[in-house]
């Protein structure tokens, strides 16, 4: 779009005169609060009148006090909290069409034409139907002289976008639903307390998680956790897959582990589509077996707490992107729904989505298993497809026989989730026959010869600061001719160095593959690291007390605040590389190390001539990153006109658009550009007075 046509677009995006209600339907999921926040607020910030349609459904049927007109005011307060303020219920008065007239008249009433919807596959279903008899109900409406003609007329077209709100992640066209995140955190969190105890017991225990038609609750704790085994409904055990659970179950007892853990959704079903019930996989191991086996079923307590950082993110840019495809709607377009792609934003056919939602059951009910996963989207493919190659180790007269060696190193300051990726990167790498060297301490590991080789579960890695002196290659260079080191796989920012020392050092002339794993987010060519971990650890602000980190503002707010609140400074430091890995890290962390060295491989073997390994093409010395939608491997010399190295961050920062987000939800005074995709793109800045930025906070 034209710099010219995208000004005359932004001049005509105004939600003047247009009437927003937003409703939260279903069952409750943690993040919903923040999706109503940020459609409140967007919609107030562009002009429009917005309204909370209390109680889902029901409240749309029943009108009077449930319809309540929003203000900015109504929703601070409500990002951090779980479930949902506004409420949800089961509506049957709203599946009938006596009911869904009501609720027409009492939109109309309040000039509502603009509907958001966050719930499931079947409130935004009924979100759908309710538009396709809009024109219907309103003629009824007239007849029966509850409205007059004017009023029909002038309100003929109600608009519907619709965000997912499931703990399930069962819709598909999105790659996360509002809630998932969060719910996959209560998860880990009890997985992580119970495998102490199950230890030091030494027990098995079965834990059943939500899930009655979707495994992705199920898959991803699992392979955030290493569970040794997970039954999801979308991909049954092959039959007799209770004695090679018990197998797998013995060996590793038999390999001094002392404890097991299987997940279990709750829907999960056999390749007769019959139940396995987390009680009768406990009975298969104790008269199996005879371990001391105990099942845990997490029930409603997966709903609870506050939302994470992610679904807090997340919801805010879906709340946006919402009121923005309303305020671009018109009488003929469809009804969409707000959808994560990558790490994008995206609209997409709302029926569409729903269809293929219905789909997914119709394949599990016809015993087509495959092509479940496959309707279920890419991610759930990859995580099955990941949980497969790490949780089932071949016997060692199984595993081919390549004659690579492989090193694994960490370098700079930790970052959470590269534990998790080192485990990973170690698994597939034996998996296929290289032999797998861990070089502790980095690069000054390296040049001290501090070289293991790992063995199936691997050792943690210590890691220190990256040590940038090119007198260190010499030493490095000797080790790695010493331990026929055929390639290399780092975790930080030093690839570039290694891969231009290749003129110097032709023992560098291997495949290397860069991890990227800051909590700084500052890497050049990915849009995503482990670093929603550190999300999780910053402070918010209470109604007393203004939580901030520097000097300057703490001055400021300290001053402008008198009389008003209280501020207290807090640098939370080391403290945010602290803690345990989120289920995003683990799971990030997890499977781009597989994909890394699954690269890795076949850039072994494309560079293997004459008995030897040689690799100096630019393809070979890549970092894996997202980028948009996808996960691609750049060639690193590609990225060094990206990259500021003086201050150490990307030239473009691809989180910076998230500023006008930011700044709207806030009160700020800005004007803003969308980008094609609707995503917020560009700001002009107005600053506020001091006052008001204040009492916007």
Known sequence: MAQTDNKKFFENLTGAGKAIAVLTSGGDAQGMNAAVRAVVRMGIYVGAKVYFVHEGYQGMVDGGDNIKEATWESVSSMLQMGGTVIGSARCKDFRTHEGRLKAAHNLVQRGITNLCVIGGDGSLTGANLFREEWSGLLAELVQQGLIDEEAA?????????????????????TDMTIGTDSALHRIIE?????????????????????????????????????????????????DGWEEKMCQKLSAKRAGMKRLNIIIVAEG???????????????????????????????????????????????????????????????????????????????????????????????????????????????????????????????????????????AVLNVGAPAAGMNAAVRSAVRVGISEGHKMFAVSDGFEGFR??????????????TVQQVLNSVAYMGDIQE??????????????????????????????????????????????????????????????????????KTDFIYQLYSEEGKGVFDC?????????????????????????????????????????????????TEDSACLLGMRQRAMVFQPVVQLKDKTDFVHRIPKEQWWLKLRP?????????????????????????????????????
């Open 190 to 238: 009890v997985v992580d307390a119970i495998m102490t105890t199950a230890q030091s017991h030494q027990r098995t225990f079965v834990l059943e998680v939500m899930g009655r038609h979707c495994g992705y609750l199920a898959l991803v704790s699992a392979l955030a956790c290493g569970a040794d085994w997970v039954l999801i409904p979308e991909m049954p055990p092959e």
């Open 268 to 406: 999960a079903i056999d390749r007769n589509n019959k139940a396995i019930t987390s009680d009768h996989v406990k009975n298969l191991v104790v008269q199996r077996l005879g371990f001391d086996t105990r099942v845990t079923i997490l029930g409603h307590v997966q709903r609870g707490g506050t939302p994470s950082a992610f679904d807090r993110i997340l919801a805010s840019r879906m709340g946006v992107e919402a009121v923005l495809a309303l305020l671009e709607t018109t009488a003929n377009t469809a009804a969409c729904v707000v959808s994560l792609c990558g790490n994008q934003s995206v609209r997409l056919p709302l029926m569409e989505c729903v269809q293929m939602t219905q789909e997914v059951q119709k394949a599990m009910d016809e015993k087509r298993f495959e092509e479940a996963v496959r309707l279920r989207g890419r991610s759930f493919e990859n995580n099955l497809k990941t949980y497969k190659l790490l949780a089932h180790r071949k016997p060692e007269s199984e595993l081919p026989h390549s004659n690579f060696n492989v």
């Open 479 to 548: 080790l790695q001719m010493d331990n026929i080191t055929h390639a290399i796989l780092l975790e930080k920012e030093c690839l570039l160095q290694l891969c231009e020392a290749r003129s110097s050092y032709e023992e560098f002339c291997i495949p290397l593959c860069m991890l990227p794993a800051t909590i700084s987010n500052n890497v050049p060519g990915t849009n995503l690291k482990h670093t929603h971990s550190t999300c999780h650890s910053f402070l918010g602000m209470t109604q007393r007390y203004l939580v901030i």
């Open 568 to 616: 207290r400074k807090n640098v939370l430091g080391h403290m945010q590389q602290g803690g345990a890995p989120s289920p995003f890290d683990r799971n990030f962390g997890t499977k781009i190390a597989a994909k890394a060295m699954q690269w890795i491989t076949k850039k072994l073997n494309e560079s293997y001539r004459k008995g030897r390994v040689f690799a100096n």
């Open 661 to 697: 987000l930011m700044k709207i939800l806030a009160k700020y005074k800005i004007s803003y550009d969308v980008s094609d995709s609707g995503q917020l793109e560009h700001v002009v800045l107005n600053r506020p007075k001091e006052s008001e930025a204040m009492a916007a906070i």
């Open 448 to 461: 001290k010869g501090q070289v293991n080789i790992y063995f199936y579960i691997p050792i943690l890695i």
């Open 153 to 173: 007329q002038k309100y003929s077209a109600l608009h519907i976008v619709g965000m997912v709100g499931s703990i399930d992640n069962d819709f598909c066209g």
